[in-house]
């Protein structure tokens, strides 16, 4: 009996996953806990594991297709292979089955981005192709048949694609981004696919940037003597404990005791109310060579510098390492963005929702400074650049907030303790 496969929880808020690669494919034998596919959420990727042991009978989700926590997607046979038959002959006779393609029927007409891609590239008409995915829904693979099998047509006019009328308005909204891009491209352009993680990236910070009004602040910070201190101690921090003592730990030891005086700042907004978080779980930005990943440092205000500089370290390998998990990306509450890395001096990052603020720790340069009211000396300044939702914050509390940072940042050296 073949067995359904749905597409699991894969963690904290998550509603909906995109299949981006079959890991198996119809016939092949799996054991329990063995990969299915790759999905990408809005989080994190990762790997669908199989619920138990048997033979893939049937994939019901192409790769590209988003679907909710909870859908069919494939079937799995505990009964050997001759189960692939009877699932078949089971689809083709079942009335439950046939009246479940009947009420899919306009299925046939929804095509994946990944499909209407591939169609549009090679100039095939999708409306002459029998789809062989769920409901008679046009795959990947449907598409990638025909072009094997010479099918393409030079004259088909997209424009007319566009104007079908079965078309979703998902679809028509897809061809038309496409016209548009495509009057951009010019002679030698390369185009880029977009990754999962990619568009991921890409709807969140549209989503953001639409929902939550914006507002911006800086400070700057004279944090001389925790340079100097910090270059005394850190070879020596090296060898003691086998990874880097960087300056992002002191950042966000000041964060997050800042955030006990004022809570506001570790705040979410919550549709119809506001809502404090109790943890102060700091997200930071790691990037790699093609995405940005926001793990979370859990309770943050818990460590010292010493605990907040390992978990760091463990983060950073683990996303670079493409080993992050749902749990090591959920729950963050404030999102600390170490811009300076990339010698920035001035950023605005997005916020990341539903949290209140993100702050940007710029580079650490050297420039001349008025002290002590009349002297002008060279000194390690670095700006801190602050962007809030204006729902939830405004200036007042986010500018005493940048004080107490810039007060305890200014107030690190020899005697700041590490353990």
Same mark, same amino acid.
């Given at each position: 009996?073949?067995?359904q496969?749905?597409?699991p929880q894969?963690?904290?808020?998550? #509603? ?10 119809v016939?092949d ?7 299915l596919c790759e ?11 199989? #619920?138990l ?18 859908t ?7 009964n050997g292979?001759?189960?692939i038959?009877k699932?078949?002959?089971k689809?083709?006779?079942?009335p ?8 899919e029927e ?5 095509y994946?981005p990944?499909?209407l ?15 062989t995915?769920?409901?008679g829904?046009?795959?990947r ?23 079908e009328?079965a078309?979703s308005p998902?679809v ?5 981004t496409?016209?548009a891009?495509?009057a951009?491209l010019r ?10 993680v ?8 549209v ?12 400070i700057?910070?004279?944090v ?17 404990e086998g990874?880097?003592l ?6 966000i030891k ?8 004022f ?5 979410a ?10 943890a102060?779980?700091?997200?930071i930005?790691v990037a790699?060579d ?5 793990p ?8 010292s510098i010493?605990?907040?500089a ?5 983060l950073?390998r683990?996303?670079?390492a ?8 959920a729950?963050?509450t ?7 890395s990339?010698?920035?001096v001035l950023?605005a990052?997005?916020?990341n ?6 702050l ?8 001349p ?5 009349s002297?002008?000396?060279i000194r390690?300044?670095v ?13 007042l ?22 353990y």
């Open positions: 009996m073949a067995e496969v749905l597409m894969l963690g904290e808020s998550v #509603t909906e996953g995109t299949i981006s690669k079959w890991l198996v494919k016939g034998r799996v054991n329990k806990y063995e990969a999905v990408n959420t809005d989080k994190v990727n990762a790997e669908v594991p199989s #619920t042991s048997g033979i893939i009978t049937q994939i019901v989700i192409p790769e590209g297709d988003t679907v909710a926590v909870g069919l997607i494939c079937y799995i046979s505990t292979e001759e189960a038959e699932t078949d002959e689809v083709k006779t079942d439950h089955t046939t009246a479940r393609v009947g009420s306009s299925m046939k007409q929804r994946s990944a499909v891609k591939l169609a549009q590239d090679h100039h095939i008409d999708l409306g002459r192709i029998q789809g995915g769920a409901g829904r046009i795959t693979k449907d598409v990638q048949a025909v072009i094997d099998q010479g099918g393409g047509q030079q004259d088909l006019d997209v424009k007319s694609i566009a104007n009328p078309l998902q028509e909204s897809a061809v038309i496409k016209k891009s495509d951009m002679e030698g352009d390369e185009v880029l696919p977009l990754t999962g990619r568009r991921t990236i890409a709807t969140r910070m989503q953001s940037k639409h929902d939550a009004p914006h507002a911006w602040t800086m700057e910070c004279d001389t003597n925790l340079v100097k201190w910090r270059n005394e101690v850190k070879d020596d921090f090296k060898k003691r990874f880097n960087t300056f992002l730990p002191f950042f000041a964060v997050v005791e800042s955030i006990k005086e809570p506001i700042m570790n705040a907004w919550g549709g119809d109310k506001i809502i404090i978080k109790k102060i779980n700091i997200s930005a790699t093609d995405a940005l990943y926001v979370v440092l859990r309770d943050a205000d818990q460590k010493y605990g907040l390992k978990a760091i370290d463990e950073a683990k996303t670079r493409g080993k992050l998990t749902i749990e090591d990306m729950g963050g404030f999102t600390c963005n170490n811009t300076g990339f010698g920035s950023s990052p997005i916020i929702q539903p949290q209140a603020a993100i940007s720790m710029e580079s650490i340069v050297k420039r400074a008025v002290i002590d009211e002297m002008i000396a390690d300044m700006n801190l650049c602050l962007s809030l939702d204006h729902r939830i914050l405004d200036g509390v986010c500018g005493r907030f940048l004080q107490s940072v810039k007060t305890k940042l200014e107030a690190y050296g020899p005697g700041t303790k590490i």
